[in-house]
């Protein structure tokens, strides 16, 4: 049961996750504990490249708990009246662990009674992010579960300092390669 540090996310989980903590940044120990761990650890992703393995926001999931039973929860940006017991917000420290895992991970998290529990996640019964993709497939007449293509992944830059010591890097790395850049050509 592989757990992990880090987490895929859609730019719109990760801009949520970046707003709770900006907004509430006492929110509890235990909360701004994994709201911290998932938004360093996190790949960000454009929601047509999101695999359809990975929990989103409202997307349905079964879940274990340690070794318990699965669960069937929807995992939800806030509670919501009505569905008593179908969701689990990412207010509530179990619905904010399974966001951005993927099938077969594991997250462990501190309880309120200082012990440690490991959410699983089973399978992503249903994920928005792939149904759309089925559905704009289907009025493209492509073939349900194919793939037009592998797009880019987001990265997080936290630091200017990180991109400005990446940039430098390249610009040495293609001088010593021997680039020649001529200029413009004088036409």
Known sequence: MPTIDSCQLTTKDYAILEVMRERHPSRGEILSTILDRKISGAVVMFRDDIPATVVTLSSRVAYRVNDGPAEIRIVAHDEMRGLVGMLLPITNPRGLALLGLAEGQSMSIPTADGGLETLTVQ???????????????LAEGLEPG?????????????????LQDEAENK???????GFNDPGPSAA
């Open 171 to 177: 610009v040495v790395a293609a001088f010593n390669s």
């Open 146 to 162: 194919s793939s037009r293509l592998d797009g880019p992944v987001l990265r997080v830059v936290h630091r200017l300092e990180e």
């Open 123 to 137: 399978e992503v019964v249903y994920q928005p992010e792939a149904a759309r993709r089925e559905r704009l497939k």
